[in-house]
């Protein structure tokens, strides 16, 4: 007896709803409107070089609001409006609504002029503007700092060097010991010779990097997600997510040579930030300066930033009063899910508010 699932009239079926499917898809890929990068109104409050610091406007008024500003410090590879990709998910939209004031470096787009930036140019340098600039304008002495990523990785160097400008910091998905076992992509570059790289190609290409991501879950990242594609083709709405994370994806800035080379020399191969012995400026990072308040937030299932490597920060920061969140998700999904966007935002602006 022939299985049911081999019947030729439920593959005909079967093909003509791919085929309608497909049809309808087509169409909506071609009424796509420009793919927006963020959802929520800013204005640019202080610019230099390639960054710029935005803040962002209020969406809904918050029964109360935190008069200490949050600073988010993006990571350098891909750009900050994952944090605000639509309206139903936005993480910077949280915030607001948890009541605080939100503001955001956007680091632009590298060039060969930036080849010699640095670490300590980003760190002591940029951050710093932004956090006066941030002082001055709510006249306060210090400000909250929402490190992501890597960018967690420059909070905790900046509250570090800087404790007296930062009242509160947030990492989240911030690797801090590089050599946990788990830790694929450091695995991957500790036979990189940097140096080479950086003196041949001065600024490393974002597409590169970008590559190196998706060769992490080649499967799921370069082939199963386009095969799933076709069945939100007809979905107007999901197919515009769809093409929302697709923009951000493969919108990489390259990075700035001198500043890639000490990163990945100091902190994914020497793992220097937990042996205290990070040079910035001529100055050494010690976490045991880290004194103010700690929030670290972390994914359960990330794959970039494993929980091994972010739960370590407790054991090294000088703070008593430290917290962790976890989430069941990704190291993206902890911006672009209905789930993160219901626990994560709401849980840092009470927080934050407890601490005002």
Partial sequence: MMSSQFRPDKIAEEVIRFNSKLAVGLKNLMDLEEIPTGVTEKEAVYAEDKLILYHFKPHVKAKKVNKTPVLIVYALVNRPYMTDLNEKISFVRGLIESGQEVYLIDWGYPDRADKFTTLDDYINGYIDRCVNTLRRRHKVDNVNILGICQGGAFSLCYASLHPEKVKNLITMVTPVDYHTKENMLSKWIQKVDVDLLVDTLGNIPGDYLNWTFLTLKPYRLMAQKYVDMVNI??????????????????????????????????????????????????????????????????????????PSASKPLGKYVGTKDYTELSFKGGHIGIYVSSAARSLVPPSVGEWLNKRS
Avoid at 234 to 252: A, G, H, T, V
Avoid at 259 to 277: C, E, H, S, T, V
Avoid at 286 to 291: E, G, I, R
């Fill in 233 to 306: 083709l007809d979905n107007p709405q999901y197919l515009n997510n769809f093409m929302r994370m697709e923009k951000w994806i493969y919108d990489s800035p390259d990075q700035a040579g001198e500043a890639y080379r000490q990163f990945i020399k100091d902190f994914y191969q020497q793992n220097l930030l937990i042996k205290g012995k990070v040079d910035i400026g001529g100055q050494t990072v010690d976490l045991k300066n880290v004194k103010m308040p700690v929030l670290n937030i972390f994914a359960e299932d990330d794959h970039l930033v494993p």
